[in-house]
C-alpha cells in the first residue's frame, strides 16, 4: 500500500476497506523511489484502526541507527507487530535530489540490530532496555539481481541476521525464480525462514517495458511484453490480471514457497478479483 503525498489519511482508509478481508497483513511503504510521503508508521496505524494487520516498512537511508532504534520502539508500542527492513532507494531517484542520505546501517546490519533488541532487550551499543520491541522480523531478496550467484550468499545473510520472512522481488521469470528456490533449499533457508513469493498485476505493455528497461533488478521476459501486445489495448490490464493469477498458481507449486507478497500499488482495487481466482478465499481468520 502506497500513502498518499498528503495528509489526507481517507486515502488509506479507501484502500484499507479493499483490502481487509482479502489479505492476512499489508505493507506500507517507506518513501519509495525517495518520494516524500505520508509516514509508514502512521499509515499503518491508519489502516490498522479498518481491521488490518499491518507490517511497517523502515528503510536505512533516511535515518541513522539512533533514529532507527526510536522508531523501532514507537511502532512496537502502537501495536505494528511486522516490521520489513529495507536498504532503501537512492536519493537521485526522488523528488529531493540534493537531500543526504544516511545509510548508516544496511538491511542486514539493521535486521540484525533489531533482532538483538527483541531477543536481548539491548540496544545497539549494549545497553539494556525494560521492555523490548516484540516485532515479527521481514527483509527483502532480490532473485533476478546481477551477480545471480550472489543472490542466495545475500538472502542467507539476511536469514542469519534474523529475518523471520522474506519478501521477493516482483516475478515475472518463474524459472528463474524456480532456480533461486531450489538453491535456497540447497542451503536449507527454506526451513529457517517463510519466504513470501512477490507478485503484481500488470497494467499496460508501456508498464511491462518501463520495468524490463528502467527498473533495476527486474526481470520481465519477452514472451510476457508479447503477450500483452497480443490483446486488444482495452482488455491488457485484464490480462496483467490474469497473468498475475497464473504466476501465483505456479510459484505456489515451488516447494519452499510459505506464501505470496502481492503488490498492486495505486491498483488495490485488483486486489480482490486476484486473490479470488486463485483460490486462496477465504483467508483465514487472525488471533487478535
Known amino acids: 500500500m502506497g500513502p498518499p503525498q498528503s495528509a489526507d489519511p481517507e486515502v488509506i482508509r ?21 518520494v516524500v510521503r505520508m509516514s509508514s508508521w502512521a499509515a499503518c496505524m491508519i489502516a490498522k484502526e479498518e481491521g488490518l494487520d499491518p507490517i511497517v516498512q523502515m528503510t536505512c537511508r533516511d535515518r541513522n541507527r539512533i533514529a532507527l532504534q526510536m522508531d523501532v520502539l514507537g511502532a512496537a508500542a502502537l501495536g505494528i507487530n511486522n516490521i520489513l527492513c529495507l536498504t532503501g532507494d537512492h536519493i537521485k ?20 540490530m533489531v533482532k538483538d533488541m527483541r531477543d536481548d532487550r539491548r540496544f545497539q551499543c549494549g545497553d539494556e532496555m525494560a521492555v523490548a520491541p516484540n516485532l515479527f522480523l521481514g527483509a527483502a531478496a532480490n532473485p533476478f539481481a546481477d551477480p545471480f550467484d ?20 516482483i516475478i515475472y521469470n ?5 532456480e533461486w ?20 498485476p500488470i497494467k499496460s505493455v508501456g508498464a511491462a517495458r518501463y520495468m524490463k528497461t528502467r527498473v533495476p533488478g527486474m526481470d520481465v521476459p519477452d514472451e510476457t511484453i508479447e ?31 510459505a ?23 477465504p483467508r483465514p481468520r487472525m488471533a487478535g
Open 174 to 178: 518463474v524459472a528463474r525464480f524456480a
Open 181 to 200: 528456490m531450489k538453491r535456497a533449499r540447497d542451503r536449507g533457508l527454506h526451513q529457517k525462514t517463510r519466504i513470501l513469493a512477490g507478485v503484481a
Open 150 to 169: 550472489f543472490r542466495t550468499v545475500r538472502l542467507a545473510k539476511k536469514v542469519t541476521a534474523g529475518a523471520d520472512f522474506i519478501q521477493t522481488q
Open 259 to 281: 506464501g505470496i507478497h502481492l503488490m498492486a500499488i495505486e491498483w488495490e482495487e485488483a486486489v480482490p478479483e486476484i486473490v479470488e481466482a486463485a483460490g486462496l478465499l
Open 14 to 34: 479507501r484502500k484499507a476497506k479493499i483490502l481487509r478481508g482479502n489479505v492476512d497483513a499489508f505493507n506500507v511503504t517507506d518513501g519509495q523511489t525517495a
Open 227 to 257: 503477450r500483452l501486445r497480443g490483446v486488444p489495448k482495452e482488455q491488457v490490464s485484464r490480462e496483467g490480471i490474469k497473468l498475475c493469477v497464473e504466476i501465483i498458481n505456479q510459484v505456489r507449486q515451488i516447494e519452499g514457497v
Open 93 to 112: 531517484f526522488g523528488n529531493h535530489p540534493e537531500a543526504k542520505a544516511v545509510f548508516d546501517l544496511d538491511s542486514i546490519q539493521f535486521v540484525k
